[in-house]
């Protein structure tokens, strides 16, 4: 992987990750189409955490209240919030330690997998559109609930935002406060998991094939994209119906579906 690829793949990463079109999809897109293959999923857990970190700027206030609150040990609105993103943690954290080789493999299985998953995406988006529950407050089935969903989108071509705020709006839960509870979950999982890898030695060039400044041009590309995409998704999820997202969604995944089928 060159300099460049890093910058436009970290770029793609960056403006996908908060749109409901699955990032992780999209960058197996980038790969095959520049024709890079990694042993691992180094750069891909890089530019994750790097789009987490801009989600912790744009969400910092948010975050600095839920602290302050959460640090008061006493049950209040922000220690509820915080449990209940502890609650939504639980089915990520099993697919993490029992299915990680699994989901690894799944990610070096081409654009078939990730054209299908990307349907998936289309059907959730296109379905939470129209259902339309009553309207509730978040709770912690719920929460649980939307967890499942961002275990089942560790899937590439599942996209991780539209498979939790589909789910969320299909819960009854307000789209701006799902999208609010979707991005702000996935902080601890992406930058523990980072974490994980660094102290490991995981991201080393002599592991994970990719050299250590490529890896830090695709997290710096990753994050300052993340900052703009972050604030637009937050504004499409208030005012906009999902339905434009799916048929794009529809049409990249037939895309995949087809492509290996004719070369």
């Known amino acids: 992987m060159t300099a460049l690829e890093s910058i436009l ?8 990750e908060f749109l409901p079109v699955s990032s992780s999809g999209h960058l197996t897109i980038g790969k095959e189409i520049f024709g890079i293959s990694t042993p691992d999923l180094s750069f891909e857990i890089v530019v994750h955490a790097a789009t987490v970190l801009s989600t912790i700027v744009v969400f910092r206030k948010d975050i600095l209240k839920l602290f302050s609150g959460f640090f008061r040990f006493r049950m209040n ?44 995406t289309a059907l959730l988006l296109t379905v939470s559109s129209y259902v339309k529950p009553k309207e509730k407050e978040l ?17 590439p071509g599942l996209s991780r935002s539209g498979s939790t705020i589909a789910t969320g709006m299909m819960c009854g839960i307000r789209k701006d406060q799902i999208a609010r509870f979707s991005f702000l979950m996935v902080l601890i999982p992406i930058l523990g998991e980072a974490f994980l890898e660094l102290i490991s030695g995981e991201l080393a060039a002599s592991k994970s094939g990719v050299d250590t400044l490529v890896l830090i041009l695709g997290f710096i590309s990753a994050f300052v994209s993340g900052l703009f995409a972050c604030k637009v998704m937050i504004n499409l999820v208030k005012k906009t119906k999902l339905v434009g997202f799916a048929i794009y969604c529809a049409a990249v995944g037939s895309i995949c579906i087809i492509y290996p089928l004719i070369f």
């Open 9 to 16: 793949l970290g770029l793609l990463q960056g403006l996908t």
């Open 77 to 120: 609105p922000e220690t509820d919030y915080i449990l209940k993103i502890f609650v939504s943690m639980i089915p990520v954290l099993i697919v993490g330690l029992f299915l990680k080789d699994q989901v690894e493999a799944i990610f070096g299985s081409g654009l078939l997998i990730v054209g299908i998953c990307l349907i998936v």
């Open 139 to 155: 709770s912690y089935k719920n929460a649980f609930i939307i967890g499942l969903a961002q275990a089942i989108a560790v899937l």
